[in-house]
């Protein structure tokens, strides 16, 4: 969400795996209550259409775009064996992803469980 941390990242050689989790933008506001109403894609869903391998290249990271979730773990896998910022850039559905925050927000966590 915030670009200065991938120069951040690369002044102090991090290694480091972001997951960008694509949705075109505007995406967390399919959460709101106003969904569905009129005119709501006009003045929330800010598609942005961007090609953030652009943004890998501009700070130097390594970038790979995964078009299926069975590419995900193959990809983590060579990834970590390398050095430096990388960025794995997956596009999702703003529907689907908000029926899927709906589906397992509802599962219950026994919280003293997890201390």
């Given at each position: 969400h915030?670009?200065?941390g991938?120069?951040?990242?690369?002044?102090?050689?991090l290694?480091?795996?972001?997951?960008?989790?694509?949705?075109?933008?505007?995406?967390?506001?399919?959460?709101?209550?106003?969904?569905?109403?009129?005119?709501?894609?006009?003045?929330?869903?800010?598609?942005?259409?961007?090609?953030?391998s652009g943004?890998?290249?501009?700070?130097?990271?390594?970038?790979?775009?995964?078009?299926?979730?069975?590419?995900?773990?193959?990809?983590?896998?060579?990834?970590?064996?390398?050095?430096?910022?990388?960025?794995?850039?997956?596009?999702?559905?703003?529907?689907?992803?908000?029926?899927?925050?709906?589906?397992?927000?509802?599962v219950?966590?026994?919280?003293?469980?997890?201390?």
């Amino acid at each position: 969400h915030d670009l200065n941390g991938l120069a951040v990242a690369k002044t102090h050689n991090l290694n480091l795996t972001i997951i960008l989790h694509n949705n075109d933008g505007g995406g967390i506001f399919e959460y709101l209550p106003q969904k569905g109403t009129k005119h709501f894609d006009y003045l929330f869903s800010t598609s942005q259409g961007l090609d953030y391998s652009g943004a890998a290249k501009l700070y130097g990271c390594g970038y790979t775009k995964i078009s299926s979730p069975n590419e995900l773990s193959s990809v983590l896998a060579n990834v970590s064996q390398e050095t430096g910022v990388h960025i794995i850039e997956i596009p999702t559905n703003r529907e689907y992803s908000r029926e899927l925050h709906k589906k397992y927000t509802k599962v219950s966590v026994d919280m003293e469980a997890l201390l």
